[in-house]
Antibody, heavy 121, light 105 residues
Framework: EVQMEESGGGLVQPGGSLRLSCVASGFTFSTYEMNWVRQAPGKGLEWVSY????????YYADSVKGRFTISRDNAKNSLFLQMDSLRVEDTAVYYCARENLIATAGDFDHWGRGTLVTVSS | SFELTQPPSVSVSPGQTATITCSGDKLGDQFVCWYQQKPGQSPVVVIY???KRPSGIPERFSGSNSGNTATLTISGTQPMDEADYYCQAWDNGALFGGGTKLTVL
């Protein structure tokens, strides 16, 4: 069974940092492209970042570019998101999401339960 | 910049057909997928590549995409289908529509 569990969320002051983790199981992690998607309270979904299986290709949303860093450790089946210079508007539930391996245009076929990041003074 | 526009809300009676649209410039030129999200839960993909249903998704869910509009159709809508629905495409990263709250009453 595919499982992904995020951790590392919490309360942080504006300008602070957090590191989110997502541990995966039930599939060959290294072969899958992975993403972070966030959802502000009561709002819609917003894509944050993408990383290829080999980590060679990385993309960011303009809203986080230069502040967030995505990475992965395939040996530990883990995905990370280093979040620096956090802003109030970064407050959201952060989900790790796996891309569909067989789809031409990758949909997100599995999602974690999410971890809440609250940026507030 | 490319945007995906969904109606904020759609209402349907049980057993009727619900139609949720997603509009974007030349959206039909790319693949669209749809997610269902119930309160307090993570999103679940119900349609990918415009019209394909993942394993375990009921046949009453179908999708299409042409011109500037993608459409999610739920035939014989059930109370359990009440949820938020999001369309998604790709434009320099994944792009989501604003979401549509489907009410079954």
């Amino acid at each position: 069974e595919v499982q992904m569990e995020e951790s590392g969320g919490g309360l942080v002051q504006p300008g602070g940092s957090l590191r989110l983790s997502c541990v995966a199981s039930g599939f060959t992690f290294s072969t899958y492209e992975m993403n972070w998607v966030r959802q502000a309270p009561g709002k819609g979904l917003e894509w944050v970042s993408y990383i290829s299986g080999s980590s060679r290709t990385i993309y960011y949303a303009d809203s986080v570019k230069g502040r967030f860093t995505i990475s992965r450790d395939n040996a530990k089946n883990s995905l990370f998101l280093q979040m620096d210079s956090l802003r109030v508007e970064d407050t959201a539930v952060y989900y790790c999401a796996r891309e569909n391996l067989i789809a031409t245009a990758g949909d997100f076929d599995h999602w974690g339960r999410g971890t809440l990041v609250t940026v507030s003074s | 910049s490319f945007e995906l526009t969904q109606p904020p809300s759609v209402s349907v009676s049980p057993g009727q057909t619900a139609t949720i649209t997603c509009s974007g410039d030349k959206l039909g030129d790319q693949f669209v997928c749809w997610y269902q999200q119930k309160p307090g839960q993570s999103p679940v993909v119900v349609i990918y590549e415009d019209s394909k249903r993942p394993s375990g998704i009921p046949e009453r869910f179908s999708g299409s995409n042409s011109g500037n509009t993608a459409t999610l159709t739920i035939s014989g809508t059930q109370p359990m289908d009440e949820a938020d629905y999001y369309c998604q495409a790709w434009d320099n990263g994944a792009l989501f529509g604003g979401g549509t709250k489907l009410t079954v009453l």
